[in-house]
T-cell receptor, first 114, second 109 residues
Framework: GAVVSQHPSWVICKSGTSVKIECRSL??????MFWYRQFPKQSLMLMAT?????????EQGVEKDKFLINHASLTLSTLTVTSAHPEDSSFYIC??????????FGPGTRLTVT | RKEVEQDPGPFNVPEGATVAFNCTYS??????FFWYRQDCRKEPKLLMS???SGNEDGRFTAQLNRASQYISLLIRDSKLSDSATYLC??????????FGTGTSLTVIP
């Protein structure tokens, strides 16, 4: 299957700082990528749909000014958590794929905000 | 109402048992359905797609019931390595994927 990478895999930051997470499709082009968040013992929650060359589409309840998404190329989408707070600590996962068909997930980024 | 609902379990079954999970979805226009497996602290990995006619892959059988808007996953002859969280995924019209909360399975020796 296709490969999606994420960087960093684990990050600790202080409250108030911003953190950027990269999601790359290594062997395919992804016009659309998805960003999810998963809290412990909960399912993945779709945060936003990242569209190459245009604005991201955010799910209800997700602050677009706090979670900045940039999809500058067909192989890279970035999620920036701005002014992070402890409640933003979570497992962030991106995915990419071919339209409505199977999605390939990145290995995830574990964010801890102290 | 949630897009996708699953019984979170946990399901604790002995090795060799047969276990089934169900998942209901709310959008009757949903077009694609999948079962993913997620191990602790790992990303989800596709287990199988779910087709209208049902499909089988070894010990795993997936079924779709459009009339009742649910999908199911049956695991036969459970192995210890089957222990994981199983997520059903539904794709409404468009490119968005919605996950169920996941069903936790532990296979006991």
């Amino acid at each position: 299957g296709a490969v999606v990478s994420q960087h960093p895999s684990w990050v600790i930051c202080k409250s108030g700082t911003s953190v950027k997470i990269e999601c790359r499709s290594l062997d395919f082009q992804a016009t659309t990528m998805f960003w999810y968040r998963q809290f412990p013992k909960q399912s993945l929650m779709l945060m936003a749909t990242s569209n190459e060359g245009s604005k991201a589409t955010y799910e209800q309840g997700v602050e677009k000014d706090k979670f900045l998404i940039n999809h500058a190329s067909l192989t890279l989408s970035t999620l920036t958590v701005t002014s992070a707070h402890p409640e933003d600590s979570s497992f962030y996962i991106c995915s990419g794929g071919q339209g409505r068909y199977e999605q390939y997930f990145g290995p995830g980024t574990r964010l801890t905000v102290t | 109402r949630k897009e996708v609902e699953q019984d979170p379990g946990p399901f604790n079954v002995p090795e060799g048992a047969t276990v089934a999970f169900n998942c209901t979805y709310s959008n009757s226009a949903s077009q694609s359905f999948f079962w993913y497996r997620q191990d602790c602290r790992k990303e989800p990995k596709l287990l199988m797609s779910v087709y209208s006619s049902g499909n089988e892959d070894g010990r795993f059988t997936a079924q779709l019931n459009r009339a009742s808007q649910y999908i199911s996953l049956l695991i036969r002859d459970s192995k210890l390595s089957d222990s994981a969280t199983y997520l059903c995924v539904v794709t409404p019209s468009g490119n968005q994927f919605y996950f169920g909360t996941g069903t936790s399975l532990t296979v006991i020796p």
